[in-house]
């Protein structure tokens, strides 16, 4: 089992950037498939995920509208496209896998529950 993530860097502050997650050893549709971050000096904290049957998707608070997640499943890697970055979004960004069941409706933006993690890419914003 592998999710390793790409595609950080460092953009100012209004700019974007688009996360990679690519997975290997076990099929999306049984998986839900999370982003988290964590900040320096701060908790891992969810981000959003998209559900195993892929029609499903959850975002925090403070990126809705700005953030999508999306999966192609024929590439078995998830997407995080970023918009409109500010500087608190300043993070290492993980990808993790939770495991719901064929085709399930609901994921969870909650670390506990995710068994296996990429590496972590790290996305600067500059202001």
């Known amino acids: 089992v592998q999710l390793q993530a790409s595609g950080g860097g460092l953009v100012q502050a209004g700019g974007s950037l688009r996360l990679s997650c690519a997975t290997s050893?076990?099929?999306?549709?049984?998986?839900?498939i999370g982003w988290f971050r964590q900040a320096p000096g701060k908790e891992r904290e969810g981000v959003t995920c998209?559900?195993?049957?892929?029609?499903?998707?959850y975002y925090a608070d403070s990126v809705k509208g700005r953030f999508t997640i999306s999966r192609d499943r024929a590439k078995n890697t998830v997407y995080l496209q970023m918009n409109s970055l500010k500087p608190e979004d300043t993070a290492v960004y993980y990808c993790?896998?939770?495991?719901?069941?064929?085709?399930?409706?609901?994921?969870?933006?909650?670390?506990?529950?995710?068994?296996?993690w990429g590496q972590g890419t790290q996305v600067t914003v500059s202001s």
């Open positions: 993790a896998r939770e495991y719901t069941g064929w085709g399930a409706y609901s994921c969870e933006l909650q670390v506990k529950g995710h068994d296996y």
């Open positions: 998209i559900s195993s049957s892929g029609t499903r998707t």
């Open positions: 050893g076990f099929t999306l549709t049984y998986y839900a």
